[in-house]
């Protein structure tokens, strides 16, 4: 029997679009909020160039950002930071049934809840996300990597949040785009699997999900099938 749904949140529950005007923005209103004297458009250059490197995303953004800035206070790094995601809160568009997604699960009996990665925006940040976009209500637990202190596939992070709800990993499933974050991730604990289909195919070799979800109707039926 399923007890309960849980999701990744980027290209699942919300579409994210990168927007290069937007990062170039955000870093002008970020610099500006702590008054750096950095300029603009070569701040911009040493982040892109700091990103390509793989290395750069398994270190905290915090630490990222001292690289580029030098000494930070918490103070200035929190105003750094707030004034970025402020930024790019329009690339952020959620799914236009999430709501009725979640809800319908919820009518079933079935507990619904968050799994995510956080980079570089923090969990106070994006929790605040989560309520602003109008899911918060419809979630039971949201748990975000850096909360935990490892990120997905970890396994860590999936029984972690399992523990929370209580529910074993044979009667969960998990939505998410990402075959190696997500799939990968979930099925290495037992949880069901359904790839989120409707902003992104993500077709990394070698992982296969239970199921494919062209359509948030698609995850219904995908857990219709499973309970039955």
Do not use: C
Request: no cysteine; net charge negative; glycine share 8%.
């Amino acid at each position: 029997m399923i007890e309960a749904v849980l999701f990744d949140w980027n290209n699942t529950l919300v579409q994210f679009t990168w927007d290069d005007e937007l990062l170039a923005a955000g870093h002008r209103a970020a610099l500006a909020a702590i008054g750096s004297d950095a300029e603009p458009t070569m701040f911009t250059e040493r982040y892109r160039a700091m990103l390509n490197d793989p290395a750069s995303r398994e270190r905290e953004y915090p630490e990222l950002l001292r690289g580029l800035l030098g000494p930070l206070g918490e103070g200035d790094i929190d105003r750094f930071i707030d004034a970025e995601h402020d930024v790019w809160l329009p690339a952020h568009e959620p799914l236009a049934a999430a709501q009725a997604l979640l809800e319908s699960l919820r009518t079933r009996g079935l507990k619904t809840a968050l799994v995510a990665n956080a980079w570089p925006d923090p969990p106070r940040l994006l929790r605040g996300d989560v309520e602003r976009l109008g899911f918060a209500d419809l979630l039971d637990l949201q748990v975000w990597s850096p909360e935990v202190g490892v990120r997905k596939p970890d396994p860590a992070i999936f029984l972690h949040a399992l523990g929370q709800l209580d529910v074993d990993p044979a009667q969960a499933v998990f939505v998410g785009d990402r075959l190696d974050a997500d799939v990968q991730g979930a099925s290495q604990v037992g949880m069901a699997t359904v790839q989120a289909l409707w902003f992104r195919a993500d077709e990394t070799p070698g992982i296969e999900p239970d199921f494919m979800a062209f359509t948030p109707m698609d995850v219904l039926n995908a857990v219709r099938r499973l309970a039955g």
